[in-house]
């Protein structure tokens, strides 16, 4: 695959949903992204959106070292056809080194928080670089 072929797929948060989840969920580090949740990283931008559009935060983490994410259901699964965990990365510290690709990891190493009640978002299907 040529570099320029290779994307993200995946969903973007409804705007107006992300806002009120702000209010909801504040971020706990200063580097706030909360906006998309990943499908695949390395996707052809040839290959088509997901279907899915809703989706529901099931549970948080904060790893209490400059990293906090929701874990995200959808079609009531929170695995990634390639095993990680679906998620939105909610805020991070890039003053500490942290970058969004170490959520899985944060995920995979600590786990996470269930919710008392899940919340159901909007999911828009999406393809970034």
């Known amino acids: 695959m040529a570099a320029g072929d ?3 797929t995946g969903w973007k948060l409804d705007d107006d949903e992300r806002v009120a989840l702000l ?7 200063p580097d706030v992204i909360a906006d998309h949740v990943t499908l695949e990283t390395g996707a052809r931008r040839s290959a088509p959106l997901p ?7 099931v549970g948080a ?3 209490e070292e400059g990293l906090q994410a929701l874990v995200v259901a959808i079609r009531g699964d929170t695995e990634r056809p390639d095993g990680s965990t679906y998620h939105i990365t909610w805020s991070l510290d890039r003053a500490r080194g942290r970058e969004p690709i170490q959520s ?4 995979a190493e600590h786990g996470w928080s269930p919710l008392d009640n899940p919340i159901p978002i909007t999911l828009i299907p999406a393809r970034w670089p």
């Open 61 to 63: 983490i904060n790893d």
């Open 51 to 57: 279907n899915d559009t809703r989706g529901e935060i």
């Open 104 to 107: 899985n990891q944060v995920i």
């Open 23 to 29: 209010e909801r969920f504040p971020p706990e580090w």
């Open 6 to 8: 290779a994307a993200v």
